[in-house]
């Protein structure tokens, strides 16, 4: 970028500088929100849940069905991240 170019969008960097913070936090939130190892520890404790009768069969499998989805969401975004790079 050229000297008068940076001259004549001076004023506009208070906004770039908000959408480049803006975007990080975007990105940070969604790295947490489609982390695998959460989902996969959630799949363990539940099958401690029906190993130790705290949950039946039915209960289990609603909650497995839920839990697969979500971690093969998961599994997509990050493969669409690896993509990307």
Do not use: K
């Not at 170019?5 to 480049?20: C, H």
């Not at 996969?40 to 949950?55: C, H, M």
Request: hydrophobic share 35%.
């Amino acid at each position: 970028m050229g000297l008068i170019s940076q001259l004549l969008t001076l004023p506009l960097a208070p906004v770039r500088g908000t959408v480049w913070v803006l975007d990080q936090v975007v990105q940070a939130a969604e790295r947490e929100h489609y982390d695998p190892g959460p989902v996969r520890t959630q799949l363990a404790e539940l099958e401690r849940e029906l190993l130790s009768g705290d949950i039946d069969e039915e209960e289990f499998d609603r909650r497995e069905d839920e839990l697969l989805d979500w971690l093969a969401e998961c599994e997509t975004y990050q493969r669409r991240l690896n993509d990307n790079s």
